[in-house]
């Protein structure tokens, strides 16, 4: 990065924001007290005209900012194969819990039915409450 400025233009264009925001993330792994002057040295640009730039600013922000931190392929491999056994393991517990909602259905349906409740019973739309029916006659009016 030192010594080998990228500027190739008064202006900073798109493609160079983009740079400048990936030098902005080496730089900070390479240096956690990041600073503008290091950047201005790296990229050639002024403090001012790098700070103008939203883009770029957030990028900084987020690089001083303590939440930023880099993970190493190992570390995310782990992290992802932790993340997929706590998957896994929800997995099997909704498998369960659908298995024994459909084991009552079966139930409930086979007691409805030595009851006598027919099908069509069984299936009729619960009544609405009292509360949603004033609400209902309140928008119509």
């Keep these: 990065m030192r010594g080998y400025p990228m500027k190739a233009s008064r202006y ?23 600073t503008w002057a290091m950047i201005a040295e790296a990229t050639g640009y002024t403090r001012a005209a790098l700070s103008r730039h939203e883009e770029i600013k957030k990028a900084y922000d987020l690089a001083k900012s303590d939440k930023r931190t880099i993970i190493s392929d190992g570390e995310q491999v782990e992290e992802l194969k932790a993340k997929n056994a706590k998957l ?7 498998k369960t819990i659908l298995e024994e909602y459909d084991n009552k259905y079966i139930r409930w349906l086979t007691n409805a039915i030595n009851a006598g409740l027919s099908e069509e019973l069984l299936n ?12 209902e006659r309140g928008k119509s009016k």
Excluded: W
């Excluded at 740079?19 to 730089?27: E, M, N």
């Excluded at 393991?89 to 909704?94: F, I, L, Q, S, Y």
């Design 124 to 135: 009729r739309p619960i009544p609405k409450t009292m509360k949603t029916t004033v609400r």
């Design 12 to 34: 900073i264009t798109p493609e160079a924001v983009d740079q400048i925001k990936h030098s902005i993330d080496v730089l900070a792994a390479r240096n956690p007290k990041l």
């Design 88 to 94: 896994r393991a929800e997995v099997v517990k909704m």
